[in-house]
């Protein structure tokens, strides 16, 4: 087999196990392995020089494999890249696997099968990251070149995302779709809590960078073809169209607002921990609203959110 440039990081505190998944793919071409003992020494080496796949133990003292996916995830925000995470583990069961999954893990393997497994995963997880960060960098790209074009009309320069102006017409496009196929138009209103002072505390450059990374972790969490923009500096809005009205419910975007509320998002000056406020409206067929008014209403139930923590629902009348 030709030899493979794919960056790969194996974290393993036993030496044994790294030493049989470096020598494994060695033996299928892959040239470009690094080897860590432990979580906190794979971090130092992440910050050094990033990888496209991590291999990873789940159980590891100190830092195990979903902290240290965990912060992998942060590193990608602050650096626009994606990082395939893969974990070897001996643990069954769907409940182990679904907490894992909704911590940001792309894979395992099972370290009973790692000789059947492990080479087919990676070559997967190569195939994946290679596309994911072509994507990613191609989307910066277009961000750039919006800056430059200063197209400020509909687009938000620092994001990438659309602005109201933006918003209002793919909320109209939304609602068209509800009354003439049926389902549900959806807005969830999303605001970074304490906008004013987080910007006081740590200044206008950090803030950016704070909300750049809230941003890219904003649409890590959503489906591709779902419609974000950010309204106010600190007011972004997520626009739906869902087939089926049950779908539509604060529910429905739980995993959303727990990826945006329960991981610190990492800048040039560390770590920072952020709270945001969710408020979801829906329209149906049936109901005659616009969309100015809907993305206006969309706005009243972000206090009582950030009070009870939790996603609180509008309705359309009243």
Known sequence: MNDRDVSILVVDDAK?????????????????????????????????????????DWLMPEMDGLELTRRVRQLDESTNRY??????????????????????????????????????????????????????????????????????????????????????????????????????????????????????????ALMQQLVLAFSRRLRQLVRPMDILARITPDHFCLITHQPEAANATPGSFRRLYDGLNHRAYKTAGGFFQMSVSASLIRALEKDEIDAELMLTRSMRGLDASRDSKRITEQAIAG
């Open 16 to 56: 044994f196990s790294s030493a049989v998944v470096g020598r494994t793919l060695k033996a299928a071409g892959y040239t470009d392995i690094r080897h860590a003992s432990s979580a906190s020494a794979a971090l130092k080496l992440l910050e050094e020089r990033p990888v496209a796949v991590l291999v990873a």
């Open 83 to 204: 990082t395939y995470v893969i974990l070897l583990t001996a643990r069954e069961g769907v409940s182990a696997l679904k907490t894992a999954f909704d911590e940001g893990v792309d894979d395992f393997v099972n370290k009973s099968a790692m000789n059947d497994q492990l080479l087919p995963r990676v070559m997967a997880a190569e195939r994946i990251t290679r596309l994911h960060n072509r994507v990613l960098i191609e989307n910066q790209r277009l961000i750039d070149a919006n800056a430059r074009l200063r197209k400020q009309t509909t687009i938000d320069p620092l994001t990438g995302y659309g602005n109201r102006h933006y918003a209002l017409r793919r909320l109209d496009d939304a609602l068209r779709q509800a009354r003439q196929r049926g389902g549900a138009a959806c807005v969830l209103m999303i605001r970074i809590d304490h906008y004013a002072e987080h910007e006081s505390r740590h200044g206008k």
